[in-house]
């Protein structure tokens, strides 16, 4: 009897939790938010991170299949942590390669670039610290912010003042965070000027490179010759680099600092040989990409010659290979990228909550390889929606 209740209640309990489940994901679909996983397709790749085709490069995989066979009593998987089982001497020697590479006094690998942030900003700040953080960084930033107690703030999109505004307030030891590259703008902040603002008010500038590096070999920092002034920078292998995982760069301390307190870092099994062969096959392959790039500066410069926006639509102001057209709404958004995709251009939108609303977009990702008549098909369809769609 006493049985049959507890199971009666625990029965009623997941109802409950089903039905929140339910009415979330319906108030998604009915907002016209609902996500959704999609197959892959053999549309024009104006959307993927592989700005420079590293993801599908054959050669790439050549040699990180040779790079494993040669190393014939590494293992199928890591089979620990890596303050447990799961270190090897691979792995230190790349995280000081890596780190010599961007001009670093060194390095330590996180599993991504999600792990990255999430460790590095929750472990940094303590309590009565300050953490201010652009309002259009990452999500991982913000959420490695929310897990550390420090005060939190954000300043408006690469503004100096609302940055000094913050810095004025800041208490403890300070951290501003930034991207070189922002992800969803493909814009470049005024580096020189908040690097001076944050020497001015003593804060510890932390930059994530995840879209800077590629277009810029070894990111901005090291392009603009800032290395020496930045506290710590997070480079990801999961754009332009064609494969998964992350690195910290920092000072020796630091790197030993994350190892005993960043909890994303301690408790999870480490990469397995594979991914690190990867990772240090797709870096000798950057050194020799130089053809490459120029390709992917090239048909930057290409698209934005040819597409004309007109007086509705702005496309935001990027050199990288992150292009955005701010079309307002999310049936908007929805309606061009559907557009696009019925030409063959894998092109997304990006709807709000994202971003914010008013800003819904479509970004469009170029690459080294697309070809000319791809950017035209590319250019000459947004043209037509938006001439269609002018006001
Ligand atoms: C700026 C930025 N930082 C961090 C990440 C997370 O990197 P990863 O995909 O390796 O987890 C991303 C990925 O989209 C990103 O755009």
Redesign the pocket.
Known sequence: MVAFFIFAQNEAYLKAVDDFLKRKLQERQEAGIYRELKPENDKIDFCS?DYLGFAHSAVLKQSIAHEVNSHPLSLNGSAGSRLLSGNIQYAEDLEQQIATYHQSEAGLL????????LGLLSSLAQRGDTIILDEL?????IDGARLSYANRYSFKHSDLESLEAKLKIAKGNCYVVI?S????DGDTPPLFEILNLTEKYNAALII????AVGLYPKGLVCELDLQQRVFAR?I????ALGG???IVLGSSDLRNYLINFARSFIYTTAASFHQLAAIKMAYQLLENSSEAIISLKNNIELFKQEVNTGENFTLLNSDSPIQCMILGSNEMAREAAKQLQMNNLDVRPILSPTVAQGTERIRICLHSFNTENELTLLAATLNKFILLHAR
């Not at 996180?110 to 942030?117: I, K, L």
């Not at 960084?137 to 930033?141: K, R």
């Not at 990801?236 to 754009?239: A, V």
């Open positions: 991170n996180f599993n991504s670039g999600y792990d990255a942030n960084v990452h999500a991982s930033i991207e590259v922002y992800s969803m994530d490179e995840a879209h997070v990801t292998f999961g754009k998964h995982g992350s």
